[in-house]
């Protein structure tokens, strides 16, 4: 599909002027694409990336209908008078009985679903993944439905394990439920790597606490924030005793008679006060609020490395020195000493794992780094702009041997240098340091 310059300059710019990040975010879920390989910091870069993206795939005339459903404008109506018709995307969710995080058990579903769906599974993209037993949401292009999904599928993999899952479109969800998907897909994206895909949190937790958080707002009165008046229970017992201690005090008489009648008045205007003056309570405080995924869910921890522990431990004596040589930004940090395996990205945190701030064309888990036989491979887990040794793109999930002084570039401007206290990588042949 042809795109005028001209077209995609304005188209850019009007994203970055009418969108905001957040919308930006919507409208690659609304599309069906995985928000991971997104730059997430710069609004500018997210839009730029979008739209690269979109061209890529001949998705163009469906960003620009998606966009006007949420802004009107003449500029984008004349836009898409100019395109050719959007084949939408559609969203399927699956849900499988059991725990499915093995890749090869992955593909094997999508390769099950892509032959009852009668699509390629090339055409089917895996937005997200959550825990519960194992959920999962895909993104099917030129889907043509002849008879209904929503029923129990089963299979058999290769390793002779019978798979269970059930289909469900997106659009037949419940409102909760296609709130939850949204705030998965773009803030707890699986951890990828070249065996796995590990879900990073649970889709029960996630809806739980939007249906906690929508009953909590269905609880206020007054859209314009004003106070509610309560009767003063505390006042009126008060009250109360008081009056019954003045009958008492008339009741009993004695020498203090005489100076009954004023302690009269003014108990009675007391308990009067007491009575009557109100208690007011401010239901809700400060303006009101829109439910932002922040305000609901905390994301919980997900795992480095899915090496199996008793490699790493054979494996923490290989130390590499990890450095930046080249980076249109500018980094706190541009030397890390590291054991492996360890995975390096732009937004990820912890130990093991180097973290490159500031260039937005690395992926959160760009790549992986692993110590196995005596040498030293990388792996590209799945990011956009893809990894280069020496120039040449590697491919995605494929463990690649690190030849010795290499230069690796991560997306499109960040360029690194990896090398270890081992004979394969080390500067002296045949000895160690």
């Given at each position: 599909?042809?795109f ?12 970055i002027k009418q ?6 975010k919507d409208?690659v ?9 997104f730059p997430?910091?710069q ?10 993206h ?7 005339p ?6 006007l459903t ?9 836009l898409?008078s ?8 559609t969203k399927v969710?699956?849900y499988?009985s059991q725990e ?7 593909d094997e579903?999508?390769a099950d679903i892509s ?5 390629p599974a ?10 519960g037993?194992?959920?999962f ?9 002849a008879?209904?999904i929503?029923?129990?599928?089963a ?11 059930r289909?469900?479109?997106f659009?037949d969800l419940?409102?909760?439920?296609k709130?939850?998907?949204r705030?998965?897909?773009?803030n707890?994206p ?6 796995r895909?590990t879900?990073?949190i649970?889709?029960g937790?996630i809806?739980?606490r939007i ?8 609880l206020?009165?007054?859209p ?13 017992a ?6 019954l201690f003045?009958?008492?005090?008339i009741v ?10 004023g ?16 208690r007011?309570?401010?239901?809700i405080s400060g303006?009101?609020?829109?439910m932002r995924?922040?305000d609901v869910i905390r994301?919980?921890s997900t ?6 522990r008793?490699?790493?431990?054979k494996?923490k004596?290989v130390?590499a ?8 930004s500018?980094?706190q940090q ?18 093991d794992?180097v973290?490159i701030?500031?260039d937005?064309?690395i992926?959160?888990?760009?790549l992986?780094v692993v110590?196995?036989?005596?040498k030293?491979?990388?792996s590209?887990?799945?990011s956009?702009?893809?990894?280069f040794?020496?120039g040449?793109r ?5 463990p ?6 290499a230069?690796?570039?991560?997306g ?6 990896i090398?270890t ?10 000895t160690?340091r």
């Amino acid at each position: 599909m042809t795109f005028a310059s001209d077209d995609r300059a304005q188209l850019r710019a009007f994203l970055i002027k009418q969108f905001s990040l957040s919308e930006l975010k919507d409208l690659v879920f609304d599309l069906g694409f995985e928000i991971d390989g997104f730059p997430q910091e710069q609004k500018n870069d997210f839009a730029r990336e979008l739209i690269r993206h979109c061209e890529r795939i001949g998705k163009i005339p469906c960003l620009v209908k998606a966009m006007l459903t949420v802004r009107e404008d003449d500029f984008l109506s004349k836009l898409l008078s100019k395109l050719p018709s959007c084949s939408p995307s559609t969203k399927v969710q699956i849900y499988v009985s059991q725990e499915l995080i093995e890749r090869q058990d992955i593909d094997e579903l999508i390769a099950d679903i892509s032959t009852r769906l009668n699509v390629p599974a090339s055409q089917i993209t895996l937005i997200g993944a959550a825990w519960g037993s194992t959920y999962f949401l895909i993104s099917v292009s030129g889907l043509q439905l002849a008879f209904n999904i929503s029923q129990e599928f089963a299979f058999y993999n290769s390793k002779r394990r019978r798979i269970v899952y059930r289909m469900k479109l997106f659009g037949d969800l419940l409102s909760n439920q296609k709130a939850t998907w949204r705030i998965i897909a773009q803030n707890h994206p699986p951890a990828r790597t070249a065996t796995r895909i590990t879900p990073s949190i649970s889709f029960g937790s996630i809806s739980g606490r939007i249906t906690r958080r929508n009953r909590t707002l269905s609880l206020r009165r007054d859209p314009r924030n004003e106070t509610v008046t309560m009767h003063n229970f505390s006042g009126s017992a008060i009250a109360i005793v008081l009056i019954l201690f003045i009958v008492v005090l008339i009741v009993g008489g004695g020498e203090s008679q005489q100076n009954l009648g004023g302690i009269t008045i003014l108990g009675v205007v007391i308990a009067v006060l007491l009575w009557l003056v109100p208690r007011t309570t401010r239901l809700i405080s400060g303006p009101t609020r829109v439910m932002r995924p922040r305000d609901v869910i905390r994301p919980y921890s997900t795992p480095k490395t899915t090496i199996p522990r008793k490699d790493i431990a054979k494996q923490k004596s290989v130390v590499a020195q990890i450095k930046v040589v080249k980076t249109s930004s500018f980094p706190q940090q541009r030397e890390w000493n590291v054991a492996l395996p360890c995975t390096i990205g732009r937004s990820i945190a912890g130990v093991d794992i180097v973290t490159i701030k500031g260039d937005p064309f690395i992926s959160p888990r760009h790549l992986e780094v692993v110590y196995k036989g005596n040498k030293v491979y990388i792996s590209d887990l799945g990011s956009l702009n893809g990894t280069f040794i020496n120039g040449k793109r590697i491919e995605k999930f494929k463990p690649v041997l690190l030849p010795k002084g290499a230069v690796i570039r991560l997306g499109r401007n960040t360029e690194v240098t990896i090398s270890t206290n081992t004979p394969h990588m080390s500067s002296k042949k045949g000895t160690r340091r």
